[in-house]
Nanobody
Framework: QVTLVESGGGLVQAGGSLGLSCLVS????????MGWFRQAPGMEREFVAAISWSGRNTYYADSVKGRFTISRDDAKNMLYLQMNSLKPEDTAVYYCTSRSYYSGSGFTDASTYAFWGQGTQVTVSS
């Protein structure tokens, strides 16, 4: 059973930075595409960023492009999200997610991911 545990959330002022981490455990062998989604109160869960199994391809929501950076270190079983120039509208619970198969498409679709973390709260004050 694959489990994902996020860390690094917290409270930050607008314009500040935060780094999220996600520890992946229980997975043996292959690496698959992974991503970050977020959900604000009363809103649908939305795509933030994704990275291919090799780490060579990354994908970002327009709202975070140029401010957030996703990366992975498979040797450490870790996924990261560096968030810079944070805005109050970035406030949400952030979820780490992983696929269970190889695919080069559909990274923005939450239904294509098999495993999810419990989420970590990010709050950006104005």
């Amino acid at each position: 059973q694959v489990t994902l545990v996020e860390s690094g959330g917290g409270l930050v002022q607008a314009g500040g930075s935060l780094g999220l981490s996600c520890l992946v455990s229980g997975r043996t062998g292959n690496s698959y595409g992974m991503g970050w989604f977020r959900q604000a109160p009363g809103m649908e869960r939305e795509f933030v960023a994704a990275i291919s199994w090799s780490g060579r391809n990354t994908y970002y929501a327009d709202s975070v492009k140029g401010r957030f950076t996703i990366s992975r270190d498979d040797a450490k079983n870790m996924l990261y999200l560096q968030m810079n120039s944070l805005k109050p509208e970035d406030t949400a619970v952030y979820y780490c997610t992983s696929r269970s198969y190889y695919s080069g498409s559909g990274f923005t679709d939450a239904s294509t991911y098999a495993f999810w973390g419990q989420g970590t709260q990010v709050t950006v004050s104005s």
